[in-house]
């Protein structure tokens, strides 16, 4: 538990600390450790030509990260990957850009409303508004949706920026207009329970979030029907020519040692990460226990079949919220911390997101600067 005693003391830097972003740098020292064992050489005439294997849908995929995918799937037990089509994009982001623009495209009228219920991932907004397309119309906050016509709904889960476990809350199960994109980027074992295999038409992932290697800009989707998969290649194939092979290389090579080492008692990254997050979050509900000033949702625990045992759940966001009617991103701004307002979430500016993900030193200035916040509040400094 973090003391508050002679808070006025609290030496802190100058910097400001950026907590909007989800950054996942927090993993490093892990992989510093193991390094050697994820490095891979690529020679000047390697990885040339933009195919992969011309006999798969996916030309651009590297048949090797496929073979990464599946194996860690299977080990964790999260997701189902039989009969259905991998798509590699450059990140989960273009790839949900993608999914939308099959979906829409294969819808018999247009525009596709496009919700997800608040509060939501931000840049959902950003992605279907940005580029103005005629086939789809960004619609907002599922709750309140009732329009009639073909819908997709974006769910995640567990959600960014709350952590909750979510499922679709438009609810038409007899309408074959009704579409889903599941968005599975933080359904990994150091984040939540692992309750069960999920088994989508559309489901999302992002090698960023499992393992920290946002640098790498990759993400796939598992896809059952064919001809969305096939309209979510041709959608990649215009706005990048495929996805780098040398990421792909990189990343096929960090998930399987990810996979061999997930039962290690002294390597699994799941188990390093999921204590990891449990000590941040016990942390920051200590600062918030102690204050009557700022809010954080509880988590039910749940059965993980991935550890064998009951756990809660540690989110990689914070919902933060404040009992006062303040805006709140602009008094952790005032405190040089950066965070997402609740706003651009469909919520309010009583609630922001802030990243768990940090570096440990990021981490701790941030819980200083929070306690501070509280003594200052508390005080009518």
């Not at 968005?183 to 992932?205: G, K, V």
């Not at 960090?254 to 188990?271: A, G, Y």
């Not at 756990?311 to 701004?333: I, Q």
């Not at 997101?353 to 509040?377: H, T």
Request: glycine fraction near 6%; charged fraction near 25%.
């Amino acid at each position: 538990m973090v003391k508050l005693e002679n808070m006025k003391n609290i030496s802190l830097s100058d910097s400001v600390i950026n907590l909007d972003h989800g950054d996942p740098t927090a993993y490093e020292e892990y992989w510093r450790k193991i390094s050697d064992r994820c490095t891979v050489t690529i020679r000047g005439c390697d990885l040339m030509s933009y195919f992969s294997d011309v006999n798969n849908m996916c030309w651009f995929l590297e048949p090797e990260l496929a073979e990464a995918i599946k194996e860690l799937h299977a080990a964790v037990g999260n997701a189902a990957t039989e009969d259905r089509y991998i798509v590699v994009g450059t990140g989960s982001t273009q790839l949900c850009q993608a999914a939308v623009h099959a979906l829409s495209s294969l819808a018999g009228t247009q525009p596709v409303s496009v919700v997800a219920a608040a509060p939501y991932y931000s840049t959902y907004v950003e992605e279907t508004t940005y580029v103005r397309s005629g086939m789809y119309k960004w619609e907002g906050d599922a709750w309140g949706f009732d329009k009639k016509g073909p819908y997709i709904e974006l769910v995640t889960s567990p959600n960014n920026p709350d952590g909750t476990i979510r499922e679709t809350v438009v609810n038409r199960p007899d309408d074959d207009e009704a579409k889903v994109i599941h968005d599975f980027a933080y359904y990994w074992p150091h984040y939540t329970p692992i309750t069960r295999r999920q088994d989508h038409d559309i489901m999302l992932f992002t090698f960023s979030k499992i393992t920290g290697h946002a640098g790498s800009r990759i993400g796939w989707a598992l896809v059952k029907d064919k001809e969305v998969a096939k309209k979510m290649v041709e959608y990649i194939i215009v706005n990048s020519i495929g996805v780098s092979k040398e990421s792909q290389i990189r990343a096929a090579k960090i998930l399987k040692v990810l996979k061999e080492t997930c039962k290690s008692e002294t390597e699994n990254f799941f188990e390093y990460g999921h204590v990891m997050m449990k000590n941040r979050w016990e942390k920051l509900r200590g600062m918030v226990k102690e204050s009557n000033v700022f809010t954080l949702p509880k988590y039910p625990e749940a059965y993980c079949t991935f550890f064998g045992k009951t756990l809660g759940s540690y989110p990689a966001f914070a919902w933060l919220g404040t009992k006062e009617e303040t805006d709140l991103v602009n008094d952790l701004r005032r405190h040089k911390v950066m965070s997402r307002a609740g706003e651009r979430c469909g919520s309010d500016k009583k609630h922001v997101r802030v990243s768990m993900l940090c570096r440990e030193d990021v981490f701790n200035v941030f819980l200083e600067r929070l306690a501070n916040m509280k003594f200052i509040k508390s005080t009518g400094l």
